[in-house]
């Protein structure tokens, strides 16, 4: 299993990006796609999911507004969006797949290596 994280980078504050995850070889199906964030010295946290279906998404609240989450065509692919980015968003984004889109880190099975974020003010 794999998945990849992409179009991370170091911007300025009040930018905006889009990161990219691609799954291959999730061994069932239908499966949701999470988002998370660890930055320096702190606890990886959970950031917003997406089912299968791509209708249903999720984020935590206090990244309402600011952070989209989607799934692509084909179903392998998971968005984040970012905008406004602040300095306080800067960490390494991951991704990761498993059953249900739910929050905890422990509902996923497998991980992506992380995309860095870097977001000066």
């Known amino acids: 299993v794999l998945l990849v994280e992409s179009g991370g980078g170091t911007v300025q504050a009040g930018a905006s990006l889009r990161l990219s995850c691609t799954a291959s070889?999730?061994?069932?199906?239908?499966?949701?796609m999470g988002w998370f964030r660890q930055a320096p010295g702190k606890e990886r946290r959970w950031v917003g999911s997406?089912?299968?279906?791509?209708?249903?998404?999720y984020l935590t609240d206090s990244m309402k507004g600011r952070f989209i989450v989607s799934r692509g065509n084909p179903k392998n692919t998971a968005f984040l969006q970012i905008n406004s980015l602040e300095p306080e968003d800067s960490a390494t984004y991951y991704c990761?797949?498993?059953?249900?889109?739910?929050?905890?880190?422990?509902?996923?099975?497998?991980w992506g290596q992380g995309t860095q974020v870097s977001v000066s003010s």
């Open positions: 070889g999730v061994p069932y199906s239908p499966y949701a």
């Open positions: 990761a797949a498993g059953r249900l889109a739910v929050a905890g880190a422990g509902g996923y099975d497998y």
């Open positions: 997406v089912a299968w279906n791509g209708a249903d998404t």
